[in-house]
């Protein structure tokens, strides 16, 4: 038993809260300035309004943000709930916080993409953002698991992933169930790279779904299609998980995440509105108010292999179908899936 200070009230965040209770940890879940609404909802009803699910209440305190440094008081572990939009604010308003016999776990997947072409993970910039001479343990969550379905305890296989395979042992300690099961690994970036990528993906095989229905949404939902689509996609992340030196055995955590994610969510949605027709902007407007990592994601990833295509490192024609997620998102080009970019010769 420990207590664990949970920082963001997002649905991963707060869906972890259930394995964490069940082991008998003591949970402060505390909101961001975003999570007034949710934490205030959550400790009056004991329902997470965007979660849709009723929290183990009488196990949990709840926190505002600004009174963080009294939930962090003696707090033995740390949960980063941030969305990969609320990187930069826990970086410069929370890390130096916490002490340094506190580890902490990142729900939040996705890499920074550097101007050397080169991409870097979230823990690796997490601890590049620590005050000269401080050292944290900083340790993320890789794998197929959507929160929603943590939340209904259906069986997930999730990694930790970390440098201290010690610390990362803890961690499993603190959260695996009979239903939430853990694999761990020390490599960091590959883990991080293979989790981040489907994200970007997702988006890409949820093209076809869209088409597929048209424009009225009557249409039937195809499956050779997306098939196809997450044939290509798998290709193009293990070609981006060799480049960034992650073992080419955690393309089983991408995989499987590209998996859940296409079946459900918000990045299926997007996928689907693009498809039928939407233009960026107006996909954009219907889903106002939702979360979009796949947007961030997609966009730093397709921004690294350019700039790694103009120093000569790769081609950009390996890269089809992520150069073309990335044209409409940020050219505003219409879908048109490069099927023949995707044909190959092997003698």
């Known amino acids: 038993m420990a207590i664990i200070a949970f920082i963001g009230a997002g649905q991963m965040a707060s869906a ?21 609404d949710i934490i205030e909802t959550a400790r009056t009803t004991g329902f997470h309004p965007t979660l849709k699910r009723y929290l183990p ?15 962090l008081k003696e707090a033995e572990f740390v949960v980063c709930g941030v969305s990969s939009f609320g990187i930069d604010w826990f970086a410069d308003n929370i890390l130096n916080l916490i002490p340094e016999n506190v580890p902490i776990l990142s729900v939040t997947k ?53 440098k201290d395979i010690n610390i990362l042992r803890k961690f499993k300690n603190l959260f695996e169930t009979s239903y ?10 590959g883990v991080e790279c293979a989790v981040a990528l489907k994200n970007a993906y997702a988006l890409g095989v949820s093209l076809s779904i869209g088409i597929a229905i048209g424009p009225d949404g009557n249409g039937i939902e195809h499956y050779n299609s997306q098939a196809a689509l997450f044939g290509q996609s798998i290709k193009e992340m293990k070609y981006i998980l060799n480049l960034i030196g992650g073992g080419e055995e955690n393309i089983i955590y991408g995989a499987g995440d590209l998996y859940v994610t296409i079946f459900g969510g918000r990045t299926r949605k997007i996928g689907t509105l693009l498809g039928q027709g939407l233009s960026f902007e107006k996909a954009i407007e219907k889903l106002k ?9 997609a966009t730093r990833t397709a921004k690294c292999i350019r700039r790694m295509s103009e120093r000569g490192i790769i081609d950009l024609s390996d890269f089809p179908l992520l150069m073309h997620v990335d044209d409409i998102i ?14 190959t010769e092997k003698i």
């Not at 972890?16 to 007034?36: C, H, I, Q, W, Y």
């Not at 953002?129 to 069986?155: F, H, M, Q, V």
């Not at 940020?330 to 044909?343: L, M, S, T």
Request: glycine share 6%; proline share 3%; with cysteine.
């Open 16 to 36: 972890l809260t259930f394995p964490a209770v069940e082991n008998k940890n003591t949970v402060r879940l505390v909101g961001t300035f975003l999570d007034r």
């Open 330 to 343: 940020n050219n505003n080009a219409a879908v048109n899936i490069p099927w023949k970019d995707f044909e």
């Open 110 to 162: 996705g890499m920074i993409d550097m101007e050397d072409g080169t991409m870097i993970t979230y823990p690796e910039y997490f601890e590049s953002k620590l005050s000269k001479d401080k050292k944290l343990s900083i340790n993320a969550i890789g794998g197929p698991c959507t929160s929603y379905e943590l939340a209904d305890k259906d069986n997930s296989t999730v990694v930790f992933c970390g």
């Open 57 to 71: 209440s009488e196990s949990i305190e709840y926190y505002q943000i600004e009174n963080v440094v009294q939930a």
């Open 180 to 189: 939430y099961h853990i694999s761990l690994s020390t490599d960091v970036r």
């Open 289 to 297: 108010g939702v979360t979009l990592e796949s947007i961030v994601i």
